[in-house]
């Protein structure tokens, strides 16, 4: 049975042609899966467990009707839903994930995450990063008015757009990492939905030490994959976050 991994389809009342996207997905796709890997940004911008909208709505009833079969739904933060909570995850049945998790693919373990944690040369967004993932922060925010919520998750979305317009290519494509071909992704066993943008990483005898977390599991990772050095990411399934 296959393994899917979807990432960064910023679903959003606006562009209703998304949801239908992934509603058809999990109906037509991950009905015949062993598991569902949603690596982060599932929506455009989370503001609490308790926003009840008609898209959140739907998105809680199209991966219940998923996980209600007994397939496997687990979720990574993105830097757009870091907000979902537990409340979320118990409507929906699927499992959260740490900010980095390990897994075994197939007999590889494979290590994913979001990705904007990779984007080690936008100095600016990484400091953001690191106020707005303070707990203490985050528990004040959504102790506010909903609708507050709203209006000021819509002035960061505004402000983030007009930041990557002055934001440099390099920062923006992360072109100063070297990856591996794609050819040392598993296949032959594994299925993987588009858009799909895991930080997925494979190494023979590699151990997993980024110089850009202090915090990252420590995990030695076998594979029949011919690669060598530190784990780098695979260029066709890395892309920087939006």
């Given at each position: 049975m296959p393994i899917y991994f979807i990432a960064d389809l910023h679903l959003s009342e606006s562009h209703p042609q998304l949801?239908?996207?992934?509603?058809k997905f999990i109906q037509e796709k991950a009905v015949h899966a062993q598991a569902v890997y949603i690596l982060g940004d599932l929506f455009d911008f989370w503001i609490g467990d308790d926003e009840n909208s008609p898209l959140v709505q739907t998105i809680k009833q199209t991966i219940r009707s998923l996980t209600e079969r007994g397939i496997a739904?687990?979720?990574i933060h993105g830097n757009r839903d870091f907000l979902i909570g537990k409340a979320f995850a118990r409507n929906t049945g699927m499992t959260l994930l740490p900010e980095y998790?390990?897994?075994d693919l197939f007999?590889?373990?494979t290590l994913l995450c979001h990705g904007d944690t990779l984007c080690t040369d936008d100095h600016s967004y990484q400091k953001f990063r690191r106020t707005v993932h303070q707990k203490w922060l985050q528990r004040l925010f959504l102790l506010l008015p909903l609708t507050l919520r709203l209006n000021i998750a819509t002035k960061i979305r505004k402000q983030s757009k007009q930041d990557k317009q002055h934001k440099t290519a390099d920062i923006m494509s992360n072109a100063s990492t070297r990856p591996y071909s794609s050819t040392a992704i598993p296949t032959a066993k594994t299925s993987i939905a588009t858009p799909i943008t895991p930080a997925s990483y494979l190494?023979?005898?590699?151990t997993i030490t980024p110089p850009f977390s202090k915090s990252m599991p420590k995990a030695t990772v076998l594979s029949p994959y011919k690669t060598s050095g530190r784990l780098?990411?695979?260029?066709?399934?890395f892309r920087r976050p939006d």
């Open positions: 949801t239908a996207l992934f509603q739904c687990y979720f998790a390990v897994i007999g590889t373990p190494a023979t005898g590699a780098k990411p695979v260029s066709r399934l």
